[in-house]
C-alpha cells in the first residue's frame, strides 16, 4: 500500500524563526510531490509541485526539497510569520494521488 | 477567476435526513475531484470525474452516497440518509488539464446529529 508519513505530527515555533517539515513516502512509480497549505477552515492552496528531476522548489519563503532516490522530502519555512500557522499536507502522486496526514504548525508571537 | 465554489459552507441536519452538496468548478478545468476530510482519516478521495464522465467512485463510502456531474460546470455530492458518522467537511477540487494542479474549493462543513 503507498503512503506518506510526515514528521512531526505538530510544532510550535516563535515568529521570526526557521522551522523544516519532513515528509518520506513509498509510492510507487513517482510521478510528481506536492506540499499543500491549509488554514483552519478553508481548502487547501498549493505551495509547490515537484517531478522526479526536481531538486529544490521555492516559493516565497517556503522551500521544498526532495531527494527521489530516498524517497524523501522536507518543507523549509524561513523567517516565520504568525500568517504560517497552519497544516502543510504532503501529497505524492503515482497515477492517482496519496495524502499524508499534515503537520500543524503553530506560530506564536 | 473564483476559483471553485462551494455550497452550502455548513450545514447541520439530523440523522436520516437528505444532504446535498454543490460544486461548480474553475472554468476550463477538466478534472472534478470530491474530498471528504476528518480529524481521524485526513483527506480521502470519494470520487473524481473527467469531462463530466465518473472515473473513479471506489473511494465512496456506500450507497448512501452518489455524485453527478450534469454539465461541465457544476456537480453534487447527495448522501442519503445522512448518518451521524458522515459529518465531515466535504471539499471539492478541480484540476486544469496540462498541469494537474489540484485548485481546492473551501469546503462544505457537514454536521449530522
Known amino acids: 500500500k503507498n503512503q506518506v508519513e510526515q514528521s512531526p505530527q505538530s510544532l510550535i515555533i516563535l515568529e521570526g524563526k526557521n522551522c523544516t517539515l519532513q515528509c518520506n513516502y513509498t509510492v510507487s512509480p513517482f510521478s510528481n510531490l506536492r506540499w499543500y497549505k491549509q488554514d483552519t477552515g478553508r481548502g487547501p492552496v498549493s505551495l509547490t509541485i515537484?517531478?522526479?528531476?526536481?531538486n529544490t522548489k521555492s516559493n516565497g519563503r517556503y522551500t521544498a526539497t526532495l531527494d527521489a532516490d530516498t524517497k524523501q522530502s522536507s518543507l523549509h519555512i524561513t523567517a516565520s510569520q504568525l500568517s504560517d500557522s497552519a497544516s502543510y499536507i504532503c501529497?505524492?502522486?503515482?497515477?492517482?494521488?496519496?495524502f499524508g496526514a499534515g503537520t500543524t504548525v503553530t506560530v506564536r508571537a | 477567476d473564483a476559483g471553485v465554489i462551494q455550497s452550502p459552507r455548513h450545514e447541520v441536519t439530523e440523522m436520516g435526513q437528505e444532504v446535498t452538496l454543490r460544486c461548480k468548478p474553475i472554468?476550463?478545468?477538466?478534472?472534478l475531484f470530491w474530498y471528504r476530510q476528518t480529524m481521524m482519516r485526513g483527506l480521502e478521495l470519494l470520487i473524481y470525474?473527467?469531462?463530466?464522465?465518473?472515473?473513479?467512485d471506489s473511494g465512496m463510502p456506500e450507497d448512501r452516497f452518489s455524485a453527478k456531474m450534469p454539465n461541465a460546470s457544476f456537480s453534487t455530492l447527495k448522501i442519503q440518509p445522512s448518518e451521524p458518522r458522515d459529518s465531515a467537511v466535504y471539499f471539492c477540487?478541480?484540476?486544469?488539464?496540462?498541469?494537474?494542479?489540484?485548485?481546492f474549493g473551501e469546503g462544505s462543513r457537514l454536521t449530522v446529529l
Open positions: 470525474f473527467n469531462n463530466n464522465v465518473p472515473i473513479d
Open positions: 515537484m517531478t522526479f528531476s526536481e
Open positions: 501529497v505524492v502522486s503515482d497515477y492517482k494521488l496519496s
Open positions: 472554468s476550463g478545468h477538466d478534472y
Open positions: 477540487a478541480s484540476s486544469a488539464p496540462n498541469t494537474g494542479e489540484l485548485f
